[in-house]
């Protein structure tokens, strides 16, 4: 580190601890973090590095001290109930938070019994060969650490070839998902706390008791070993790609923010109100941190064995390493495998494991000194901001999305990245013109996560974010709560309208043969303003557009004709209501029946529905408040379309998989999602990711190796298509109920 007058050290430590205390509020308590991980390290490595320099200036109160808090403060709890649906990543995160509906701070918050801590961590190999020559040296010097652990000279040669180690290490992956700690106690469990502030935790039991992968009581094998009275087993909650891309999908549909990755969405939906809901939300777990007054095992990877045999997921991918070297080689191995995993993982953790050396190398004051993690560096990419685009969606929402140079990351090329909004835009002081660092991660579009400064070129200059729709010309609005800049001429702006239009004809909707250039020929062409124009285009307005023949006439029109029985849930979502997503609209028809039913429904009446929330209902009772939506649905009617739910479409095929839980996974004769509608049809429910409670793992062609593994291991019956027919068998499905997908 360059030369620092105490000074500018004291200026600089006031700022660092001050920065990080705002990155830990962001990270743990609001799961909307405005920086990456690596950057949030180097702040922190900064910190230390000066606290290191200038020892009067780590005082007890500085994050390098304390573990980040997942615990809310009561003013903040308010915050989040106001902050429904927003998320701005802003320096003020408490307006940015992707939130939950039902997200408060009614947890009881309990103490630990044991504090529960970080690790340590590096980017970098040369440190962890440091961490083991720490350890070598605390044991050849019968281990005497606090202050002094790194002095004197190299121990790495300790581990002589040809000698037994003294000590060898867990390679372990690191879960990226949200830390929890479970007491059992006479094999049932007792209680599930967060982190909290690492001395007490918000009790999530209520919730983790309707994970499927965490037993409420375990039992002992024959000849197992035996279980503790009373033990804590720590681990991590985290949500698979698969159920956090769906959560995203439902989440984007319903007009709400998606989460920016699977830890933040874990991490929420573990502190959701609702446990009914937040059990579809396919959150798994994996167990990693055995712990015990009198452990009788004498290592780690004994004690995790153990808890495995008791039922306890525990992960599948930990090796035992007998030198640093063999470390290596997992790392080297892991760096690659991991890009292949269903779930994320942000490096490696690296243990001692023998649990008498675990207690005598002991903890710093917020980590244990016999454990590192060696992260991943995220994949980015530097390269210059074009210019900005400023898209208008569909409920008329600005998004700043900038075009790139275009830059292979991550085996793509990127040439756009979100900008989020204004917020995001002020925060990163963007310049076009800028050398920006883009950033691909568990989101789900790239983002620009900084800017280089000293690449700033001198005819850079400052985007001036629009104050009218850079389509209509009409005058934003800036919607508080959401951090987001609003179009509100929704009847009139070319791009609301068309973008209603290319929801409407979207395969999950009415599922009509036109993709966006279709609706822009249309609408350029002044065919269709409103819904129902689709209905009264004739063949030869059709032929008289470029491009047009009369096969793609005939197609077109044929695929109008269709839409007509497409079934009222996707007629619902078809109209684009504010927040009604796929699975929301599914829910309303089914408890409403009609549209004339809903048009008719209170507020209350709203509420009924499950997963129905305020800002839904009010989003509802707007919709069909609006004579010209009144209007419109009954023109829609009058042409055809179903406004009423078919009773027969509910119609069950066999009770035969009633009570079962299928995960899909691979290629069959017919779609996926056919395959699950079949299941449902006999009574059955899919699930995403193959846990303790699935029935069947359906593989097809190009089954994931991984869900096969784990169905391997959890005992779980792997059945093919066939199987799956005799299993179904005498009660296939009659031909068109499935013929539209
Ligand atoms: S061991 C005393 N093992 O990463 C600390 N932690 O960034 C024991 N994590 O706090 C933790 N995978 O929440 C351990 N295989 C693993 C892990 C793991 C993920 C989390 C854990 C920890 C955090 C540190």
């Known amino acids: 580190m360059a030369k620092i007058t105490h000074k500018a050290a004291a200026e600089r430590v006031a ?5 990080l205390e705002v990155h830990n509020r962001n990270y743990y308590v609001l799961n909307a973090p405005t920086i990456s991980d690596f950057e949030y390290d180097l702040l922190m490595q900064e910190l230390q590095g000066l606290e290191a320099m200038f020892p009067d200036l780590a005082t007890p109160d500085s994050p390098t001290q ?36 039902s997200r408060s701070t009614e947890f009881q918050q309990v103490a630990h019994r044991y504090p529960m801590m970080s690790l340590g961590n590096t980017y970098s190999l040369e440190e962890l060969y440091e961490f083991n020559d720490r350890i070598a040296k605390a044991i050849a010097t019968d281990i005497h650490l606090p202050g002094s652990a790194n002095d004197g000279d190299n121990a790495a040669a300790t581990q002589a ?23 059992y106690r006479n ?50 909650i985290y949500m698979p790609f698969a159920d956090f891309e769906r959560l995203n999908a439902e989440r984007t549909e319903r007009g709400e923010i998606p989460f920016a990755n699977p830890r933040n969405a874990a991490a929420g939906s573990l502190k959701l109100q609702t446990p009914e809901e937040m059990a579809k939300r396919g959150l798994d777990c994996v167990l990693y941190h055995f712990i015990t007054d009198n452990n009788p095992f004498k290592t780690h990877i004994e004690a995790i064995e153990a808890a495995h045999s008791w039922g306890l997921p525990v992960s599948e991918y930990s090796r035992k390493a007998n030198s640093i070297g063999e470390a290596m080689e997992y790392i080297k191995e892991w760096d690659t495998r991991r890009k292949q995993l269903p779930f994320a993982t942000d490096g490696i953790v690296i243990k001692v494991n023998e649990l008498d050396l675990q207690r005598q190398l002991g903890f710093t004051a917020k980590s244990p000194r016999w454990a590192t993690a060696y992260k991943f560096k995220p994949e980015s990419a530097l390269t210059p901001l074009l210019s900005i685009d400023y898209q208008v969606g569909r409920t008329g929402a600005i998004t700043p999305v900038a075009n790139l140079e275009p830059v292979p990351l991550s085996g793509t090329i990127v040439k756009r990245a979100s900008l989020h909004n204004k917020d995001q835009m002020d925060l990163l002081d963007i310049h076009i013109g800028d050398w920006v660092y883009v950033e691909k991660g568990g989101e789900i579009i790239p983002k620009i996560t900084a800017v ?11 985007p001036h974010f629009p104050e009218v729709c850079p389509d209509c010309g009409t005058p934003l609005v800036r919607d508080l709560e959401q951090a987001r800049h609003y179009c509100p001429n929704s009847d009139n702006c070319p791009e609301q309208i068309k973008g209603r239009f290319i ?15 279709t609706i822009e020929q249309l609408y350029d062409n002044g065919f269709i303003r409103e819904l129902p124009d689709l209905y009264t285009l004739t063949p030869l307005q059709l032929m008289s557009l470029e491009g047009w023949q009369r096969k793609s006439v005939d197609n077109f029109l044929d695929s109008l004709e269709k839409s007509k029985s497409v079934p009222f849930e996707r007629v619902l979502y078809a109209l684009g209501i504010r927040h009604i997503g796929e699975t929301t609209a599914k829910g309303v028809a089914a408890h409403f029946g009609s549209m004339e039913a809903l048009m008719g429904a209170s507020r209350e009446d709203l509420l009924q529905v499950p997963d129905i929330g305020g800002i839904m209902a009010d989003a509802v009772l707007e919709w069909c408040a609006n004579e010209k939506h009144r209007k419109m649905v009954e023109t829609l009617r009058a042409i055809g379309l179903q406004f ?41 429910k899919c699930t995403g990711s193959v846990s303790g409670s699935t029935t069947y793992l359906l593989a097809g062609e190009k089954a994931g190796p991984e869900k096969l593994r784990k169905a391997e291991k959890l005992g779980i019956k792997v059945i093919s298509e066939e199987d799956f027919r005799h299993l179904t068998e005498g009660s ?10």
């Open 15 to 19: 700022l660092l601890k001050r920065e």
């Open 66 to 101: 304390h573990v980040g808090s997942d615990l809310e403060s009561p003013a903040e709890s308010s915050e989040g109930s106001r902050s429904e649906g927003s998320w701005s990543e802003a320096g003020d995160a408490s307006q940015g938070k992707p939130s939950e509906t």
């Open 161 to 183: 070839a040809g000698q037994t180690p003294r000590y060898t290490f867990s390679c372990e992956l690191k879960f990226d998902g949200t830390a929890i700690c479970l007491t």
């Open 187 to 236: 094999g049932k469990l007792l209680h599930a706390l967060t982190r909290g502030d690492g001395t007490k935790g918000d009790d999530v039991t209520r919730n983790v008791v309707n994970i499927p992968a965490i037993p409420k009581e375990l039992t002992r094998s024959a000849g197992g070993p035996e279980i503790p009275e009373e033990f804590e087993i720590r681990g991590e």
């Open 452 to 462: 280089e400064r000293s690449k700033r070129p001198e005819s850079a200059r400052k």
């Open 503 to 517: 929801h409407f004809v979207s395969r999950k909707a009415m599922d009509i043969l036109a993709g966006e250039a």
């Open 644 to 684: 009423e739910i078919d009773e027969s479409s509910r119609q069950k095929l066999s009770d035969s998989l009633e009570g079962c839980t299928v995960v899909v996974s691979g290629n069959f004769s017919i779609s996926r999602e056919e395959m699950k509608r079949l299941i449902a049809a006999h009574g059955g």
């Open 732 to 741: 296939e499905a009659p031909k068109d109920l499935f013929s539209e997908i």
